[in-house]
């Protein structure tokens, strides 16, 4: 009886196992915008899209990596820019300004002698600010609270983005050392079920011992699985943070 709840219960299992998996299919057809009731051959991602060692492990070579290709700092370089040509203008409220005109006219009393009376006439003006009900000064502290604004809104970003790139690379090194650490544990449950395997046909192991080794080469699978999707979405992970993502691939 136990035997058999523990077949019920291993079945069920696999059930439930077929129908994640069915449901994972159709959630990425979905994500990508097919038809699910079509049929599509799925391929497992190659490790040859992403190489380690391509990465620099110097945490201030990806700092600037960062910095240079983030757009949200590039986008945060250019509003402190203009709060600098903010400041600029508000100042100019307190410099004398000169203007010039120029006007050209013509009159007849005929059409044919549309340009017998021309006028021309030019001009410049020179204005002096005295008071303008403090609406410069206002201007001006204005301009500068903006600039102070966007100067500390650039320090937090650049602090955000250098503790992103930071933790993702220390992630990205434990999801790669956590492969080597699968890839070897799974080598040896298989060797060790290819080994009781042997002794079972020479008698010299029980059927329950050949289980055990199975079902531990099975787990080793399933930890070397669950540790390269780890290693490669913390890939993906590391392009994001780095600005490089391209999302057209």
Do not use: C
Request: cysteine-free; glycine content about 2%.
């Amino acid at each position: 009886y136990a035997q058999d709840v523990q077949t019920a219960n291993a079945e069920l299992s696999l059930i439930q196992a077929k129908n994640n998996f069915e449901k994972a299919k159709i959630n990425l057809l979905k994500y990508l915008t097919l038809d699910i009731a079509e049929e599509y051959i799925l391929e497992a991602p190659s490790e040859n899209q992403f190489l380690f060692e391509n990465i620099s492990t110097n945490p201030i070579r990806l700092y600037d990596v960062a910095l240079q290709n983030r757009q949200d700092f590039q986008s945060q370089k250019l509003k402190l820019e203009n709060a600098q040509h903010q400041i600029t203008i508000a100042n100019a409220g307190l410099y004398p300004s000169l203007n010039g005109n120029y006007r050209f006219s013509t009159s007849a009393v005929e059409p044919g002698k549309l340009f017998n009376r021309n006028v021309y006439s030019m001009g410049l003006s020179l204005s002096f600010p005295i008071f303008s009900n403090w609406n410069t000064e206002y201007v001006m502290q204005s301009a500068e609270v903006q600039l102070k604004n966007s100067t500390e809104d650039m320090i937090v970003l650049e602090k955000e983005i250098k503790v992103q790139v930071k933790n993702t690379l220390l992630d990205l090194q434990s999801s790669k050392a956590q492969t080597e650490v699968t890839g070897k544990a799974l080598l040896s449950s298989k060797r060790n079920w290819n080994l009781k395997s042997e002794n079972y046909e020479l008698g010299a192991a029980t059927f329950i011992e050949l289980q055990q080794s199975y079902r531990d080469y099975l787990q080793a699978q399933y930890n070397d699985v669950q540790a390269q999707y780890s290693y490669f979405t913390k890939q993906f992970e590391m392009l994001n943070v780095l600005g490089k993502l391209n999302t057209s691939q």
